[in-house]
């Protein structure tokens, strides 16, 4: 299903996520240089999620992972207290999220975590 939100090869990609005291860092790089060509629609698709995610529009992750997922209904509803900046990678992108509120930065690190276990080998933490 990732095929129909993410315009990467997931198979040429991985997810990481760090969580900080602050909130957490999500990036998508490729796996090596022959995965070069996946970069541009990388950078494309997290520019576009970060400024959905400023709105409160965490649409797709919820269409991929399901509406009921740890965090997301505090991220959703919390949004214009969270900051969250987009960022190129030389072999991808990254979105930073902060927040000094204790329950908004609780509900990203259970989001990303949610997110490390559904992606499976996808993914790792950093």
Known sequence: MSHNIMPFDMSKTIHIFKMTDQGGVES???KGPDAASQVPMIRAHLRHEAMEFQKGNYGDPAALHG???PGLAE???GASRIEITYSDLPNGAAITFKSGNKRLLTAIHRWF???LSE???DARAE
Do not use: E, P, Y
């Open 67 to 69: 509406s009921v997922m």
């Open 75 to 77: 991220l959703q509803k």
């Open 28 to 30: 998508v790089v490729t």
């Open 113 to 115: 975590g949610a997110q």
């Open 119 to 121: 992606h499976g080998t």
